[in-house]
């Protein structure tokens, strides 16, 4: 009898979850007015993003450390963005108390809606109806203003300004997430180009890390960091009873120069690699969007063949080819803007490694002759 009892209720929760999901489908795809359950609403669109700040919030903090020593400018900017934040944690605060006071005596059975408030909370960023109502319209204009102010960069730290740049400095090195990913950093000087023939003068300061002197010297102390690296296993430490001969030696210099190359390319990887990934990444990103529209376009060529399908699919796969179609713009100028910049830096560091090679051999050979 158990276990027919245990069939049975095993039966009827697979039964039960069978409606839910028919339910869940006929209210988000099978309609002709789609809508998000309470479940997900209250789930993904708000645990998501919360754990992707949760999950970069070290590595901002391990950034500030290494790049600006933990300092922050308090600038007007700042002080709004911490004031809207303060005033949303405060909004969910009393959004917690109307879900606790609504549901009090059933908290269990509403453990993901309680959760909500309380994530929001923690990440920071009837008559119950209408207070939960002024909530919502309260809360979502500061949202969207947190977001909107979001889009534009703190200044930089007066300890951290760069002492070589004097004047004219590179936009790039205060500009946004988003002015980066836009290239609107670059506008002015193209409006300027646009209206006159530019001038030295107009044309940006280089960024430290540009600039012949940064890129040549940590190459060159990579590069010596790998010659002694080489070195060691090539040259293992001998007793004094073992003798080299001149054969023993000639190998080892054979072995030298044979690897030499290979020393050079490992050497440029360990140096300009994480630059070449990042636009290696953009380019991954990009052939899978361009594989992905094709398949929004058979989807939305079937919508079309068939007349019962409801109207908004058509829209949705139309606007997601659109929306496809701008993101693999940019994340193709994204890698175009990282090999451009990496050819840059490579072919510097090698011009000044053998520039320097070579006054070296000179200088030599002139103090030889004396």
């Given at each position: 009898?158990?276990?027919?009892?245990?069939?049975?209720?095993?039966?009827?929760?697979?039964?039960?979850?069978?409606?839910?999901?028919?339910?869940?489908?006929?209210?988000?795809?099978?309609?002709?007015?789609?809508?998000?359950?309470?479940?997900?609403?209250?789930?993904?669109?708000?645990?998501?993003?919360?754990?992707?700040?949760?999950?970069?919030?070290?590595?901002?903090?391990?950034?500030?450390?290494?790049?600006?020593?933990?300092?922050?400018?308090?600038?007007?900017?700042?002080?709004?963005?911490?004031?809207?934040?303060?005033?949303?944690?405060?909004?969910?605060?009393?959004?917690?108390?109307?879900?606790?006071?609504?549901?009090?005596?059933?908290?269990?059975?509403?453990?993901?809606?309680?959760?909500?408030?309380?994530?929001?909370?923690?990440?920071?960023?009837?008559?119950?109806?209408?207070?939960?109502c002024l909530l919502f319209f309260s809360c979502f204009p500061l949202?969207?203003?947190?977001?909107?102010?979001?889009?534009?960069?703190?200044?930089?730290?007066?300890?951290?300004?760069?002492?070589?740049?004097?004047?004219?400095?590179?936009?790039?090195?205060?500009?946004?997430?988003?002015?980066?990913?836009?290239?609107?950093?670059?506008?002015?000087?193209?409006?300027?180009?646009?209206?006159?023939?530019?001038?030295?003068?107009?044309?940006?300061?280089?960024?430290?890390?540009?600039?012949?002197?940064?890129?040549?010297?940590?190459?060159?102390?990579?590069?010596?960091?790998?010659?002694?690296?080489?070195?060691?296993?090539?040259?293992?430490?001998?007793?004094?009873?073992?003798?080299?001969?001149?054969?023993?030696?000639?190998?080892?210099?054979?072995?030298?120069?044979?690897?030499?190359?290979?020393?050079?390319?490992?050497?440029?990887?360990?140096?300009?690699?994480?630059?070449?990934?990042?636009?290696?990444?953009?380019?991954?990103?990009?052939?899978?969007?361009?594989?992905?529209?094709?398949?929004?376009?058979?989807?939305?060529?079937?919508?079309?063949?068939?007349?019962?399908?409801?109207?908004?699919?058509?829209?949705?796969?139309?606007?997601?080819?659109?929306?496809?179609?701008?993101?693999?713009?940019?994340?193709?100028?994204?890698?175009?803007y990282s090999c451009f910049t990496v050819g840059m830096r490579v072919?510097?560091?090698?011009?000044?490694?053998?520039?320097?090679?070579?006054?070296?051999?000179?200088?030599?050979?002139?103090?030889?002759?004396?």
């Open positions: 009898m158990c276990i027919a009892a245990g069939s049975r209720g095993a039966e009827g929760a697979a039964s039960k979850h069978r409606t839910h999901t028919a339910d869940d489908s006929n209210l988000t795809w099978n309609t002709s007015t789609p809508n998000l359950t309470k479940c997900f609403q209250h789930t993904v669109l708000v645990w998501v993003p919360c754990f992707y700040l949760w999950v970069c919030s070290p590595f901002y903090v391990l950034y500030l450390r290494c790049f600006h020593h933990g300092l922050i400018s308090i600038s007007r900017l700042c002080r709004a963005k911490t004031v809207l934040g303060m005033c949303l944690v405060l909004f969910w605060i009393l959004e917690l108390f109307c879900l606790l006071s609504e549901n009090g005596s059933n908290t269990q059975l509403h453990m993901v809606f309680l959760l909500s408030p309380i994530i929001r909370i923690l990440t920071m960023n009837s008559r119950q109806a209408v207070i939960r949202t969207l203003v947190q977001l909107i102010l979001s889009c534009f960069t703190d200044r930089r730290p007066n300890a951290q300004t760069p002492g070589h740049v004097t004047k004219n400095p590179c936009p790039v090195e205060d500009a946004s997430f988003l002015s980066k990913t836009l290239f609107w950093w670059f506008t002015r000087l193209a409006v300027r180009g646009y209206r006159s023939p530019l001038k030295p003068e107009d044309l940006w300061s280089l960024r430290e890390e540009d600039t012949s002197e940064k890129i040549i010297s940590d190459l060159e102390r990579e590069w010596n960091t790998q010659c002694a690296h080489q070195e060691r296993i090539v040259n293992p430490p001998r007793t004094l009873s073992c003798k080299i001969t001149e054969q023993t030696q000639f190998l080892q210099k054979l072995r030298q120069e044979q690897s030499a190359g290979f020393l050079l390319l490992r050497t440029l990887v360990r140096t300009f690699g994480p630059c070449f990934l990042s636009g290696t990444l953009c380019l991954l990103v990009h052939d899978a969007f361009m594989f992905a529209i094709p398949q929004l376009l058979r989807l939305l060529l079937d919508v079309v063949s068939d007349k019962g399908a409801p109207e908004w699919r058509g829209y949705l796969f139309a606007s997601s080819m659109f929306l496809l179609s701008c993101l693999q713009s940019l994340f193709n100028h994204q890698y175009m072919k510097t560091a090698i011009m000044g490694l053998v520039y320097r090679k070579v006054a070296s051999r000179h200088v030599q050979r002139s103090c030889a002759r004396v």
